[in-house]
């Protein structure tokens, strides 16, 4: 069910209903997110209320969540057996070099909400048609390292769409088994990280949790973000922790 958008380079987005929604995994998410982001906003869904009504009561809420520095898009294939669709950013890009992302991005004033620079960025990597989107809700702000709050959109898209990736950002798409990632342990992540803001500068050697994904490591804002998911979708509690190691 489509229903008019405000920014002008995005005339009609879909919201994915939980009533059309087959797979079970995948509808217990959409349900489950959606009733949590309009109890939060003390609005409600009449069950007498159409599809164009309940598109717009998600849509509008969405619209009017408060604007992050950044958004990114977890993108969820629609079928039996899902797929989440992750990159791995360009070596050459000045923050999260070759590290796995969402596909997203800075909000541009243009924008007007956080939907749209989440669709506009993926599009913009991936060129995935936002008219392919379907979208359920949102996940809680996250912050990354440099500071920035990061908005993750949650959506639906089709599966077998032909995405090509803007090697200008991201060097990869892959993608993840979403039934697998519900139960996979996770796997405890070394990484070299710079101390900021001393001098001199210090390396230091952190560990933290992290999935093993087609032969790349999701951690950090990422993986914190698919720990969101989870929890919110189905109860899974990780811990997400930064640990020095001695």
């Not at 217990?28 to 003390?42: I, N, P, S, V, Y």
């Not at 997203?104 to 620079?117: F, P, Q």
């Not at 048609?129 to 390292?145: A, R």
Request: hydrophobic share 40%; charged share 20%; proline share 6%.
């Amino acid at each position: 069910m489509t229903i008019s958008q405000y920014s002008a380079d995005f005339n009609e987005l879909a919201v994915a209903l939980p009533a059309y929604i087959q797979q079970p995994r995948l509808k217990q998410l959409a349900e489950r997110m959606q009733l949590e982001l309009l109890a939060a906003t003390a609005t409600s869904i009449s069950p007498q209320a159409n599809d164009i009504a309940q598109s717009a009561r998600i849509l509008n809420t969405l619209y009017q969540t408060p604007i992050a520095d950044a958004s990114i898009l977890v993108a969820i294939t629609h079928e039996l057996r899902p797929k989440i669709m992750l990159t791995r950013r360009a070596v050459h890009m000045n923050s999260h070099a070759g590290e796995v992302s969402c596909a997203g991005g800075r909000y541009e004033i243009g924008d007007g909400n956080n939907v749209v620079t989440a669709l506009r960025e993926a599009c913009e990597e991936t060129a995935l048609p936002p008219s392919k989107v379907q979208i359920i809700g949102q996940l809680p702000i996250q912050t990354s390292k440099s500071g920035m709050s990061v908005r993750p959109i949650v959506a639906l898209i089709e599966p077998d769409l032909v995405l090509v990736p803007e090697l200008g950002e991201i060097s990869r798409i892959f993608w993840a088994d979403f039934e697998r990632l519900i139960t996979q342990p996770t796997v405890e992540y070394t990484v070299q990280y710079r101390t900021q803001n001393q001098l001199p500068e210090q390396i230091a050697t952190l560990l933290t949790p992290s999935w093993q994904v087609d032969g790349e490591t999701v951690w950090g804002l990422t993986g914190r973000v698919l720990a969101s998911l989870l929890e919110t979708g189905f109860d899974r509690q990780l811990e997400w922790y930064y640990r020095i190691k001695n």
